[in-house]
């Protein structure tokens, strides 16, 4: 069984680890061990504030492991920010057209440009998406995406009204990138992977170093307009669970890889909007068939799994006895559920 929980300290070696194989593009999970500590301390941080009951989203971070609960072995990650902007802004190309005419020959013509964002005062993300390749299976990979709007879903009022995620963009093997190769190398002089890293580390040299002056898309290489917007290879499914959620793609593309940018209003998230909590009425002595879903603790700590349950009413359920003992859950608490799978499922 899978068990998503918050990141704790005792999870630095194993998240180092997992992180030693995310490749070049995941920006928010670097091998870095001391931003590792850092990331779970603020983490820990932002849930122990949730029970401060604070009136609106302050750019608190929120990071989950996905866990074997029978090997106790870190096999996913995935992160949620309250709040993009404030201090160190959010920043984007924007895909917009300028307007050309002359009437003495007779042109009348648009060109698309990529145009500088900043924006300090954004909206809610997801990101740090990660699983071992040997778990991504049996809709595991579904489950540590969605799971998160679970958590939104029990605890709206710390997000924003909209909810955004950046893709990682097309690069190869090697952690080359077209786009980066065609802007951004010719004015911060270092490699795409090396940018990457320090995009995490420090955004200030971005603002330093990036002009903002629109940059003219039919004057790019063909291989970096072939990219614009489009997600990794390794990302294509994570777009379809998105888009199967309700999310679509914005106007915006990353500065490094461009990769695309989805967005969706909160409440209008598949599972946010149907999900709903229930009183755990009883167990079940064996696993249920049929339609699988998240469920997660209504109490301090969340945990989630996936499972079947038998609905006895709308807001009364039962669960197999071993997923209430491995989320910790007594029978009389509330959890909060939903369907792993939407009417139309998508992608992994």
């Known amino acids: 069984m899978l068990i998503v929980r918050p990141v704790a300290l005792e999870d630095l070696d194993a998240l180092e680890a997992l992180a030693s194989q995310t490749g070049v593009g995941l920006t928010t999970l670097p091998p870095d061990r001391k931003f590792l500590r850092k990331r779970i301390k603020s983490s820990l941080a932002s849930f122990e504030k949730i029970a401060e009951d604070p009136d609106a989203p302050g750019g608190e971070s929120y990071l989950f492991v996905m866990e074997d609960a ?11 920010v309250s709040k993009t902007g404030g201090y160190e802004p959010f920043y984007s190309y924007r895909i917009e057209t300028e307007h050309f005419k002359s009437e003495q ?17 954004g ?7 990660f699983l071992h390749p040997d778990f991504r299976r049996s809709g595991n990979g579904r489950f540590l995406q969605l799971v998160r709007f679970l958590f939104v879903a029990e605890y709206p009022h710390l997000f924003e009204p909209t909810i955004i995620t950046e893709i990682r963009g097309v690069s190869d093997e090697h952690g080359n990138s077209p786009f980066w190769d065609a802007i951004g ?15 995490v580390v420090n955004k200030k040299f971005i603002a330093e170093l990036m002009p903002d002056h629109p940059i003219y898309i039919t004057m790019l290489p063909d291989a970096a307009r072939a990219v614009i917007g489009k997600p ?12 199967a959620e309700g999310f679509t793609r914005t106007n915006d593309v990353d500065i490094f890889d461009a990769g695309p940018c989805l967005a969706c209003k909160r ?19 064996s696993p249920v068939p049929g ?23 709308p807001d009364r359920i039962r669960l197999p006895k071993d997923v209430l003992d491995a989320m910790s859950i007594q029978i009389g608490q509330s959890v909060r559920y939903a369907a792993l799978h939407s009417s139309q499922p998508k992608g992994e």
């Open 70 to 80: 029978v090997e106790k072995r870190i096999v996913g990650v995935c992160g949620l």
């Open 105 to 121: 020959i007779h042109i009348d013509k648009s060109v698309p440009i990529l145009k500088l964002n900043e924006d300090h005062n």
């Open 291 to 313: 339609e699988l879903f998240m469920i997660c603790s209504t109490q301090p700590g969340f945990h989630a799994c996936v499972s079947g349950l038998v609905a006895d009413s």
């Open 185 to 199: 190398r010719h004015f911060f002089g270092i490699d795409f992977k090396h940018a990457d890293y320090l995009s």
């Open 232 to 243: 990794h290879e390794q990302s294509k499914s994570a777009v379809a669970n998105l888009e």
């Open 267 to 285: 409440d209008e998230i598949r599972t946010v909007r149907e999900s709903r909590r229930a009183v755990v009425g009883g167990t079940l002595d």
């Open 123 to 129: 909206p809610s993300e997801i990101g740090s998406l």
